[in-house]
């Protein structure tokens, strides 16, 4: 077993479950703690939030942390969970002690991307998210190869998507809209840490993770072929195996 424990942070707009295909094999080498962010799964919006931002995801794993009496973990998260890790990174370094970075990115979003964002808040809390919030990511979220090879996934997928809250979704949207870059605190993150990316993303494609490997003082990447954007379920054993490297 690992000394550390493992702190996995979903993307958006999914929810722990995600983890479902590499939870097992993990839970056997370390203790795995994968917590539905908030608004989305089973965790609740706060009544009383301030303005959307990362920072407050990033409180929450840290008093997950402390509720758990855990000092030091090893922290990572895929796409949005990435963007929650570096917040954490930025609120209580001393906190981590490896970081599993999986398809996501350094960089702040441009304003055309950030535009968006905004838009896909107020229309989630306007309409709703069925009928047209699965639709319009599973291109993106998912790699060609996946789309046309393996349905039930997409299908699976498309559950995920559609059984997340409205709020939460138009929540994460403005708080990943507002995130910061975060190169600088890459830079200054010295501990072990693995940066997975599927070949075939084209939401963080293959040079973003480069990138931030590029940026660690230990990163190591791993480029899993045949997945997308979402490669703990596209290539779990990838992500598995690329995990592995940080646990030790």
Known sequence: MSDLPLVLLHAYPLDARMWNSVRAPLAERT???TPDQRGLGRSPLPSDLAEPDLDHAARDVV????RLDLDKVV???CSMGGYVTFAVLRL???RVGGLVLIDTKAEADTDAARKNR???ARRAET???HGWLADSMLPNLLGETTRSRRPELVEHVRGLIEQQPPAG??????????RRDATDVLRATDVPAVVVVGEEDTVTPPQAACDIADILPRGELVVLPEAGHLTPLEAPEGVVDAVFRVLG
């Open 169 to 178: 979704v138009a929540w994460a949207q403005r708080a990943m809209a507002a």
């Open 127 to 129: 309409e709703g998210i």
């Open 75 to 77: 922290l990572g998260g």
């Open 63 to 66: 008093a997950l942390l402390d």
């Open 31 to 33: 203790r795995l703690i």
């Open 92 to 94: 209580a370094p001393e």
């Open 118 to 120: 905004l838009a896909v």
